[in-house]
């Protein structure tokens, strides 16, 4: 499926001019396929920043809730020791 969605595209940018023997010149000299390649190259880029955004993101909620956690051991630590006075 994905070797014809490429061919596809390959013969599509090709441009209407043909080397001899009928083959697609951008298909002959591998310009189309690098086009592709470079096409391919920028989505895996922009889906990778998204996915790293995400992961940071992830890290800060991580780490809030660290501190959350730490602060609530000490007031505990605090209460073992010095207990309210009722």
Same mark, same amino acid.
């Given at each position: 499926?994905?070797?014809?969605?490429?061919?596809?595209?390959?013969?599509?940018?090709?441009?209407?001019?043909? @080397?001899?023997? *009928?083959?697609?010149?951008?298909?002959?000299? +591998?310009?189309?396929?690098?086009?592709? #390649?470079?096409?391919?190259?920028?989505?895996?880029?922009?889906?990778?920043?998204?996915?790293?955004?995400?992961?940071?993101?992830?890290?800060? @909620?991580?780490? *809030?809730?660290?501190?959350?956690?730490?602060? +609530?051991?000490?007031?505990?630590?605090? #209460?073992?020791?010095?207990?309210?006075?009722?």
């Amino acid at each position: 499926m994905i070797d014809r969605q490429v061919g596809d595209k390959l013969r599509a940018r090709g441009g209407g001019r043909y @080397v001899k023997g *009928g083959i697609p010149l951008g298909e002959w000299s +591998g310009s189309a396929a690098t086009e592709a #390649l470079h096409a391919t190259i920028d989505q895996y880029q922009k889906e990778s920043s998204r996915q790293t955004a995400k992961m940071i993101r992830l890290t800060w @909620v991580i780490t *809030g809730l660290t501190v959350v956690l730490t602060i +609530g051991l000490f007031v505990q630590i605090w #209460l073992a020791f010095y207990p309210p006075h009722h």
